[in-house]
């Protein structure tokens, strides 16, 4: 299908920051609509956002607590995995959805104009549910087990950017490859359950990269969500303050953001056609 001319005339504008304030009604809109949504055909509804992360903890929690005992210092082990799992779980509900966020709106991007990038924006938003969720159990387990916040907790806001740029970048990605390869849909949920255990989620990264050649430790941290974590853990915790590889973790961070903006921007023309 192709465009209209008013969309036409308007994808020079497509990415500046006037043209999306100007369709912020149109975000708030589409974030509000997923949030409905997101469990209204569900049977015990926004308990779903409870339970999921809560089993995600107990499975790591028993694979690398128990039965892999990994040392995690003078933080309990499931209070050390809950940390992680806050990070990890925002980041692969945005990357997900965001990634898929395209073709699932595809008969709207073929009808109206509206900077397409809007669309997994949003998902941002609605991810809020699963970080605070996951923001709850970790309080109340830190209340349980005593452990106090750390000082460093004033710099949990840069993590917090820096985790919705990791899933934006590679949710952007995700949402303008799917569009044109659409084996990226069944490609997404499994990176999602390989990334769990390749992140340190339920570990300290000093355990993995122990166990991995100088070369590969460098590749490890290639992962964003790697010094992330670990970034999470520290301002919350007080746990050991990301340094070194850490900051190939940053790095990518950037790379992957900015380089997503880019190449929405170069197929946004060609968006309907494909759809």
Known sequence: MKDSPALISNRSNLFSISDLYKYRELFWMLAWRDFRVRYAQTAIGLVWALIQPALTILVLYVVFGRFAQVDTGSVPHIVYTTCGVMAWTYFAY????????????????KKIYFPRLIIPLSKAVVGLIDLFITSLILVILMFLFDVPVSRNIVMLPLFLVLNLMAALGIGIWLSGLTIRFR????????????????????????FAISRLPEWASFVYFMNP???????????????EAPAGLSYVSFAAVLVLFFSSVFFFKSIDGKIADYV
């Open 183 to 206: 084996d990226f849909q069944y490609i997404i949920p499994f990176g999602v359950q390989l990334g769990l255990y390749i992140t340190p989620t339920a570990y300290p990264s000093e």
């Open 94 to 109: 945005v990357m997900t959805n965001s990634g898929n966020s395209i073709i699932n709106a595809q008969a709207m991007v």
């Open 225 to 239: 969500m790697a010094g992330i974590v670990e970034g999470f853990r520290w301002s919350i915790l007080g746990t």
